[in-house]
């Protein structure tokens, strides 16, 4: 006849197996809980590949701030291929060559002291319509994992597309088809060359730069943009967008 464990016992082993078994459930649900954000990132990636965002968190933030933004959503087709060009010379332009991260680009800024920015386009596209605006280190870990599956998904004129209907160009003005008009009193689809590579300019600080009032530090900027735009059309470099 097989002998009873006694109470003591049961309860001493049990007590024994609680860390175990505490540690085992923490684990359990932090992976759940890892898939599940996973999960929903694949999902809001293959959304927008095809849907345009309704808004940003930046872009909302600052609506709720200045009491509404103006913004139009237009389709690359009337987008002025010299506005294409002129941002990806000003911001990113290895942008055909690169899968999201700009290895090169990072070290360069790393090497500077942090005193210029390292991201992609397609790291800002990911900044914007997904996260938030800051540099803490949770945001740029998330902004790095999530930029190669939107690279992945979207073609490179769908992020650039995106990338121009989004960035913010004034207080309250998001979106290049807004600031054409805003600026120039044109559409987007009519911008020339100059117009063009001010507007990509002003982006980098678009509450303290004027496209249609440029400073002589915006004009030597934007003269130099229209350098870069030609050489990336003529070097194949615009060739993933255009």
Same mark, same amino acid.
């Given at each position: 006849?097989?002998?009873?464990?006694?109470?003591?016992?049961?309860?001493?082993?049990?007590?024994?197996?609680?860390?175990?078994?505490?540690?085992?459930?923490?684990?359990?649900?932090?992976?759940?809980?890892?898939?599940?954000?996973?999960?929903?990132?694949?999902?809001?990636?293959?959304?927008?590949?095809?849907?345009?965002?309704?808004?940003?968190?930046?872009?909302?933030?600052?609506?709720?701030?200045?009491?509404?933004?103006?913004?139009?959503?237009?389709?690359?087709?009337?987008? %002025?291929? =010299?506005?294409?060009?002129?941002? @990806?010379? +000003?911001? /990113?332009?290895?942008?055909?060559?690169?899968?999201? !991260?700009?290895?090169?680009?990072?070290?360069?800024?790393?090497?500077?002291?942090?005193?210029?920015?390292?991201?992609?386009?397609?790291?800002?596209?990911?900044?914007?319509?997904?996260?938030?605006?800051?540099?803490?280190?949770?945001?740029?870990?998330?902004?790095?994992?999530?930029?190669?599956?939107?690279?992945?998904?979207?073609?490179?004129?769908?992020?650039?597309?995106?990338?121009?209907?989004?960035?913010?160009?004034?207080?309250?003005?998001?979106?290049?088809? %807004?600031? =054409?008009?805003?600026?120039?009193? @044109?559409? +987007?689809? /009519?911008?020339?060359?100059?117009?063009?590579?001010? !507007?990509?300019?002003?982006?980098?600080?678009?509450?303290?730069?004027?496209?249609?009032?440029?400073?002589?530090?915006?004009?030597?900027?934007?003269?130099?943009?229209?350098?870069?735009?030609?050489?990336?059309?003529?070097?194949?470099?615009?060739?993933?967008?255009?």
């Amino acid at each position: 006849m097989a002998r009873k464990t006694p109470k003591k016992t049961k309860q001493a082993v049990k007590l024994r197996e609680r860390p175990g078994l505490l540690v085992r459930w923490l684990l359990r649900y932090v992976l759940r809980g890892v898939l599940i954000v996973i999960a929903l990132a694949v999902v809001a990636t293959l959304a927008f590949s095809a849907v345009n965002p309704p808004t940003t968190p930046y872009m909302f933030a600052e609506g709720r701030r200045v009491g509404g933004v103006n913004q139009t959503w237009v389709p690359m087709e009337q987008i %002025a291929p =010299a506005m294409a060009r002129s941002a @990806v010379a +000003a911001e /990113d332009a290895n942008f055909c060559t690169h899968w999201g !991260l700009d290895l090169t680009a990072i070290r360069a800024a790393l090497e500077d002291g942090g005193n210029r920015g390292g991201s992609t386009i397609s790291q800002q596209v990911v900044k914007n319509v997904y996260l938030w605006q800051g540099r803490s280190w949770l945001r740029k870990s998330l902004e790095a994992l999530m930029t190669p599956l939107v690279e992945a998904v979207w073609s490179k004129e769908r992020i650039l597309e995106v990338y121009l209907n989004v960035a913010e160009f004034d207080e309250g003005v998001f979106g290049v088809e %807004a600031a =054409a008009v805003h600026y120039f009193g @044109v559409r +987007a689809q /009519d911008l020339t060359d100059v117009q063009a590579a001010r !507007l990509a300019a002003i982006l980098p600080a678009p509450k303290s730069r004027s496209a249609s009032q440029p400073t002589s530090f915006v004009q030597r900027r934007a003269a130099s943009i229209r350098d870069g735009a030609a050489t990336i059309a003529a070097d194949g470099r615009a060739g993933c967008f255009q």
